[in-house]
C-alpha cells in the first residue's frame, strides 16, 4: 500500500514563501511523474507544475517564475516551493504520484495568502 503525504501548508503573507512536500511512503518501486494541483474555493481543480521523471518540468502560466517543482528520489519525496505568493494563489494544494503502475493523491494541504 502506498500513501502521500502533504505537508508545508499554511497561512503567509502576499509575497511570502511555503515549501510544500509530498512524500511516498510503502512499497516504493519507482516514482513517476508527479504533479501539484490547486483548487480554490467555488473553482475547477487546476494544474501548477509537473515534473517526470526524468526531470522535466513544466509550469501553469500563473505561477512561472514563481513557483519550482523539484524532487528527491533518495526520499521518495516531490517538492514545490512557492514564491512571490499573491492572494490568488490560495487554495487546496494536492499532489497526484505515479507510483509503479498506478497514480496516487495527497489529502492535500491549505495554503492561505493573505493581502
Known amino acids: 500500500q502506498v500513501q502521500l503525504v502533504e505537508s508545508g501548508g499554511g497561512l503567509v503573507q502576499a509575497g511570502g514563501s511555503l515549501r510544500l512536500s509530498c512524500a511516498a511512503s510503502?512499497?516504493?518501486?519507482?516514482?513517476?511523474?508527479t504533479g501539484w494541483y490547486r483548487q480554490a474555493s467555488g473553482k475547477s481543480r487546476e494544474l501548477v507544475a509537473v515534473?517526470?521523471?526524468?526531470?522535466?518540468?513544466n509550469y501553469a502560466d500563473s505561477v512561472k517564475g514563481r513557483f519550482t517543482i523539484s524532487r528527491d528520489n533518495a526520499k521518495n519525496t516531490v517538492y514545490l516551493q512557492m514564491n512571490s505568493l499573491k492572494p490568488e494563489d490560495t487554495a487546496v494544494y494536492s499532489c497526484?504520484?505515479?507510483?509503479?503502475?498506478?497514480?496516487?493523491w495527497g489529502q492535500g494541504t491549505q495554503v492561505t495568502v493573505s493581502s
Open positions: 497526484n504520484m505515479k507510483v509503479g503502475i498506478r497514480n496516487y
Open positions: 515534473i517526470t521523471s526524468g526531470g522535466s518540468t
Open positions: 510503502g512499497i516504493i518501486i519507482s516514482i513517476g511523474t
